[in-house]
């Protein structure tokens, strides 16, 4: 940055830093909106859960044994 020599030098370059902290600031609110959204409890699940291939044969082997807790558990507590 050269030296400031002249009052009408020292307003334009502070016009031009307060701009850039404008610009600056919405970028920074924007991104700070963009985390707020994917930190959600949902779209944390929602994200979790496109990370797994559901495949038929791991929901045979999840949806079997889970099935036979949960019928074992309902059946225990009557």
Do not use: D, H
Request: aromatic content about 8%.
């Amino acid at each position: 940055m050269s030296k400031i020599t002249s009052t009408a030098g020292l307003k334009n370059s502070i016009q031009m830093l307060l701009e850039k902290q404008e610009v600056e600031k919405r970028a920074l609110n924007e991104q700070l909106l963009e985390t707020y959204e994917v930190f959600k409890p949902v779209n944390l699940i929602k994200n979790m859960l496109k990370g797994f291939s559901f495949s038929p044969l791991l929901l045979t082997k999840l949806l079997g044994p889970a099935l036979g807790l949960a019928a074992g558990y309902f059946l225990k507590k009557k």
